[in-house]
């Protein structure tokens, strides 16, 4: 069973940035392909980047490309999303999920973080 928790959001503006973090326990996390969404008022939940267990290759939803960043260390059980050019759009609750390798479905998922840019 994997723990992961999230950390790093909050409230800035327009052009800012911004760096999210997620810590996993209770698995074997260089075995986990890992992935951040996110979900904004009355919207339904949408990916936002994710990356692979092995080879670290990374994929992203359009909205959010050339201006986020996912990484992870294994050494320290950690995936990060780096957000840079902030947009009121990009207002939402952040959620780090996992799941095994090449599974299709995250199975396992944080509480969450805000992440509120005003304009």
């Known amino acids: 069973q994997v723990q992961l928790v999230e950390s790093g959001g909050g409230s800035v503006q327009a052009g800012d940035s911004l760096r999210l973090s997620c810590v996993a326990s209770?698995?074997?996390?260089?075995?986990?392909?890992m992935g951040w969404f996110r979900q904004a008022p009355g919207k339904e939940r949408e990916f936002v980047a994710g990356?692979?267990?092995?080879?670290?290759?990374?994929t992203y939803a359009d909205s959010v490309k050339g201006r986020f960043t996912i990484s992870r260390d294994n050494a320290k059980n950690t995936v990060n999303l780096h957000m840079n050019s902030l947009k009121p759009e990009d207002t939402a609750v952040y959620y780090c999920?996992?799941?095994?390798?090449?599974?299709?479905?995250?199975?396992?998922w944080g509480q969450g973080t805000q992440v509120t840019v005003s304009s």
């Open positions: 999920a996992a799941r095994w390798q090449y599974s299709s479905a995250y199975n396992y």
């Open positions: 990356i692979m267990w092995i080879g670290g290759s990374t």
């Open positions: 209770g698995g074997a996390f260089s075995a986990y392909s």
